[in-house]
Protein backbone atom coordinates (compact mmCIF):
# COMPACT_ATOMS: atom_id res chain seq x y z
CA UNK A 1 0.00 0.00 0.00
CA UNK A 2 1.40 3.36 -0.90
CA UNK A 3 1.05 6.25 1.86
CA UNK A 4 0.11 9.39 0.98
CA UNK A 5 3.79 10.90 0.98
CA UNK A 6 4.61 7.75 -1.49
CA UNK A 7 1.77 8.80 -3.59
CA UNK A 8 3.04 12.66 -3.62
CA UNK A 9 6.54 11.50 -4.76
CA UNK A 10 4.96 8.75 -7.54
CA UNK A 11 2.40 11.71 -8.74
CA UNK A 12 5.67 14.33 -9.46
CA UNK A 13 7.73 11.71 -10.96
CA UNK A 14 4.89 10.89 -12.91
CA UNK A 15 3.94 14.54 -14.24
CA UNK A 16 7.62 14.59 -14.67
CA UNK A 17 7.83 12.20 -16.89
CA UNK A 18 4.43 12.95 -18.75
CA UNK A 19 5.33 16.54 -19.30
CA UNK A 20 8.88 15.07 -20.62
CA UNK A 21 7.19 13.17 -23.45
CA UNK A 22 5.36 15.99 -24.26
CA UNK A 23 8.11 18.32 -24.83
CA UNK A 24 9.80 15.86 -26.80
CA UNK A 25 6.65 15.76 -29.35
CA UNK A 26 7.54 19.10 -30.20
CA UNK A 27 8.78 20.01 -33.65
CA UNK A 28 12.42 21.13 -34.26
CA UNK A 29 14.14 22.64 -36.77
CA UNK A 30 16.17 19.69 -38.22
CA UNK A 31 18.88 18.96 -40.76
CA UNK A 32 18.93 18.77 -43.45
CA UNK A 33 15.64 19.86 -44.04
CA UNK A 34 13.74 20.90 -47.70
CA UNK A 35 10.89 22.90 -48.11
CA UNK A 36 8.77 23.28 -51.24
CA UNK A 37 6.66 25.69 -52.55
CA UNK A 38 2.91 24.92 -51.40
CA UNK A 39 0.40 27.62 -52.01
CA UNK A 40 0.47 31.49 -51.87
CA UNK A 41 -1.83 33.12 -48.79
CA UNK A 42 -3.27 36.96 -48.67
CA UNK A 43 -1.65 37.56 -45.49
CA UNK A 44 -3.37 41.28 -44.88
CA UNK A 45 -4.12 44.50 -46.84
CA UNK A 46 -3.70 48.14 -46.00
CA UNK A 47 -5.26 51.60 -47.58
CA UNK A 48 -3.62 54.78 -47.60
CA UNK A 49 -4.61 58.19 -49.03
CA UNK A 50 -1.48 60.61 -49.92
CA UNK A 51 -2.11 64.31 -50.11
CA UNK A 52 -0.61 64.99 -53.41
CA UNK A 53 0.54 68.25 -52.35
CA UNK A 54 1.87 67.98 -49.10
CA UNK A 55 2.77 64.22 -49.61
CA UNK A 56 1.21 63.76 -46.18
CA UNK A 57 0.36 60.06 -45.23
CA UNK A 58 -3.11 58.89 -43.77
CA UNK A 59 -4.40 55.08 -43.20
CA UNK A 60 -7.92 54.74 -43.62
CA UNK A 61 -10.57 52.22 -43.46
CA UNK A 62 -11.42 49.98 -46.28
CA UNK A 63 -14.18 51.85 -47.53
CA UNK A 64 -12.73 53.73 -50.76
CA UNK A 65 -14.45 53.48 -53.87
CA UNK A 66 -12.43 51.14 -56.40
CA UNK A 67 -9.90 49.99 -53.09
CA UNK A 68 -12.36 48.84 -51.16
CA UNK A 69 -12.34 45.70 -53.38
CA UNK A 70 -13.60 41.84 -51.79
CA UNK A 71 -10.79 39.17 -50.90
CA UNK A 72 -12.15 37.12 -53.73
CA UNK A 73 -11.36 40.38 -56.22
CA UNK A 74 -8.20 40.51 -54.49
CA UNK A 75 -7.45 37.06 -54.96
CA UNK A 76 -8.53 37.18 -58.87
CA UNK A 77 -5.75 39.63 -58.92
CA UNK A 78 -2.64 38.84 -57.22
CA UNK A 79 -3.27 35.05 -58.47
CA UNK A 80 -2.92 36.53 -62.12
CA UNK A 81 0.20 38.33 -61.32
CA UNK A 82 1.63 34.88 -59.25
CA UNK A 83 1.46 33.32 -62.37
CA UNK A 84 2.92 35.34 -64.75
CA UNK A 85 5.66 35.32 -62.76
CA UNK A 86 5.60 31.67 -61.89
CA UNK A 87 5.91 31.46 -65.82
CA UNK A 88 9.28 33.09 -65.76
CA UNK A 89 10.83 31.79 -62.45
CA UNK A 90 10.06 31.00 -58.89
CA UNK A 91 11.91 29.93 -55.75
CA UNK A 92 10.87 26.25 -55.91
CA UNK A 93 12.74 24.70 -53.14
CA UNK A 94 14.82 25.90 -49.75
CA UNK A 95 17.13 23.04 -48.91
CA UNK A 96 19.21 23.52 -45.72
CA UNK A 97 21.94 21.24 -46.34
CA UNK A 98 23.90 21.81 -42.45
CA UNK A 99 24.14 24.47 -39.88
CA UNK A 100 25.83 27.25 -42.48
CA UNK A 101 24.79 25.68 -45.67
CA UNK A 102 21.91 25.96 -47.91
CA UNK A 103 20.69 25.45 -51.48
CA UNK A 104 17.77 27.65 -53.31
CA UNK A 105 16.29 25.97 -56.13
CA UNK A 106 14.39 28.16 -58.72
CA UNK A 107 11.79 26.63 -61.26
CA UNK A 108 9.61 27.90 -63.46
CA UNK A 109 5.95 26.84 -64.16
CA UNK A 110 5.23 24.67 -67.62
CA UNK A 111 1.79 24.73 -69.09
CA UNK A 112 2.80 23.20 -71.78
CA UNK A 113 0.86 19.54 -71.62
CA UNK A 114 -1.04 18.46 -69.15
CA UNK A 115 -0.24 18.39 -66.31
CA UNK A 116 1.34 21.41 -65.55
CA UNK A 117 4.97 20.86 -64.37
CA UNK A 118 7.56 22.78 -62.22
CA UNK A 119 10.65 22.90 -64.62
CA UNK A 120 14.37 23.52 -62.89
CA UNK A 121 16.32 26.57 -63.83
CA UNK A 122 18.76 26.79 -61.24
CA UNK A 123 20.36 25.89 -57.75
CA UNK A 124 22.23 28.37 -55.79
CA UNK A 125 24.37 27.91 -52.79
CA UNK A 126 24.56 29.92 -50.30
CA UNK A 127 25.16 30.42 -46.34
CA UNK A 128 22.36 30.88 -44.25
CA UNK A 129 22.24 31.85 -40.18
CA UNK A 130 18.96 31.70 -38.20
CA UNK A 131 18.14 35.22 -36.55
CA UNK A 132 15.10 33.64 -33.99
CA UNK A 133 12.67 32.63 -36.64
CA UNK A 134 14.10 34.54 -39.54
CA UNK A 135 16.40 32.86 -42.24
CA UNK A 136 18.81 35.10 -43.40
CA UNK A 137 20.66 34.00 -46.85
CA UNK A 138 23.57 35.56 -47.55
CA UNK A 139 23.50 36.02 -51.29
CA UNK A 140 19.90 36.97 -50.71
CA UNK A 141 19.73 39.34 -47.85
CA UNK A 142 16.55 41.09 -49.37
CA UNK A 143 14.40 37.86 -48.94
CA UNK A 144 12.45 38.43 -45.46
CA UNK A 145 11.53 34.52 -44.88
CA UNK A 146 10.89 32.85 -41.44
CA UNK A 147 9.83 29.37 -40.18
CA UNK A 148 6.80 29.31 -38.24
CA UNK A 149 4.40 26.32 -37.17
CA UNK A 150 6.58 24.74 -35.25
CA UNK A 151 9.54 24.50 -38.12
CA UNK A 152 6.85 22.83 -40.79
CA UNK A 153 6.87 25.44 -42.85
CA UNK A 154 8.45 28.62 -44.39
CA UNK A 155 6.59 31.86 -45.09
CA UNK A 156 8.03 34.15 -47.73
CA UNK A 157 7.08 37.53 -48.01
CA UNK A 158 5.93 39.66 -50.38
CA UNK A 159 4.45 42.90 -50.83
CA UNK A 160 2.26 44.05 -53.72
CA UNK A 161 0.86 47.58 -53.84
CA UNK A 162 -1.75 48.92 -55.93
CA UNK A 163 -0.81 52.69 -56.70
CA UNK A 164 -3.39 55.04 -58.01
CA UNK A 165 -1.55 58.26 -59.07
CA UNK A 166 -2.96 61.22 -60.30
CA UNK A 167 -2.26 62.24 -64.37
CA UNK A 168 -1.28 65.72 -65.52
CA UNK A 169 -4.23 65.35 -68.52
CA UNK A 170 -6.58 64.61 -65.77
CA UNK A 171 -8.25 61.83 -64.44
CA UNK A 172 -5.82 58.89 -62.69
CA UNK A 173 -4.10 55.76 -63.27
CA UNK A 174 -3.57 52.63 -61.06
CA UNK A 175 -1.15 49.46 -61.39
CA UNK A 176 -0.08 46.86 -59.75
CA UNK A 177 3.41 46.13 -58.44
CA UNK A 178 5.00 43.36 -56.11
CA UNK A 179 8.04 42.88 -54.63
CA UNK A 180 9.69 40.99 -52.17
CA UNK A 181 9.11 42.67 -48.72
CA UNK A 182 10.61 45.28 -47.54
CA UNK A 183 9.69 45.80 -44.50
CA UNK A 184 6.88 44.32 -41.78
CA UNK A 185 5.37 48.07 -41.38
CA UNK A 186 2.81 48.81 -43.85
CA UNK A 187 3.45 52.91 -43.62
CA UNK A 188 7.02 52.64 -44.09
CA UNK A 189 6.88 51.00 -47.23
CA UNK A 190 4.58 53.56 -48.64
CA UNK A 191 6.11 56.22 -47.22
CA UNK A 192 9.42 55.08 -49.23
CA UNK A 193 7.13 54.80 -52.45
CA UNK A 194 6.27 58.16 -51.92
CA UNK A 195 9.64 59.79 -51.15
CA UNK A 196 11.78 57.78 -54.22
CA UNK A 197 8.99 58.96 -56.91
CA UNK A 198 8.33 63.04 -56.06
CA UNK A 199 7.61 63.92 -59.36
CA UNK A 200 4.53 61.20 -59.01
CA UNK A 201 1.64 62.34 -57.56
CA UNK A 202 -0.06 59.50 -55.42
CA UNK A 203 -3.51 59.66 -54.25
CA UNK A 204 -3.85 56.71 -52.71
CA UNK A 205 -2.02 53.28 -52.16
CA UNK A 206 -3.16 49.86 -50.98
CA UNK A 207 -1.00 47.88 -49.62
CA UNK A 208 -1.18 43.79 -49.43
CA UNK A 209 1.19 41.37 -47.77
CA UNK A 210 1.33 37.87 -49.31
CA UNK A 211 3.11 34.90 -48.21
CA UNK A 212 4.20 32.12 -50.02
CA UNK A 213 4.41 29.20 -48.05
CA UNK A 214 6.92 26.32 -48.25
CA UNK A 215 5.77 23.00 -46.29
CA UNK A 216 8.59 20.83 -44.94
CA UNK A 217 8.75 17.29 -47.26
Sequence with gaps: MISRSG??????????????CTKDQVNTFTLPSVYRFNTPSLDSKSIF???????????ISDTLGSFNRGNK????????IILT?????????????????ATLTFGRLDTVGTPDKIV???????KYKLSGNQVVFTDFPQYLIFLNNEF?????????TLRSAKLSTGGSQ?????RPCTSDLPRD??????????????????????????SKY
Excluded at 7 to 20: D, E, K, N, Q, Y
Excluded at 85 to 101: I, K
Design 73 to 80: EIADSLNR
Design 85 to 101: EFLSERLETVMFNNSED
Design 152 to 160: LELDYCQEL
Design 7 to 20: FLVFSVVLFVILAS
Design 189 to 214: IVSRIVSSEPGVKYDTISLEYVKYIY
Design 49 to 59: VIDPGTKNIRM
Design 174 to 178: KKYYK
Design 120 to 126: DLKEIKT
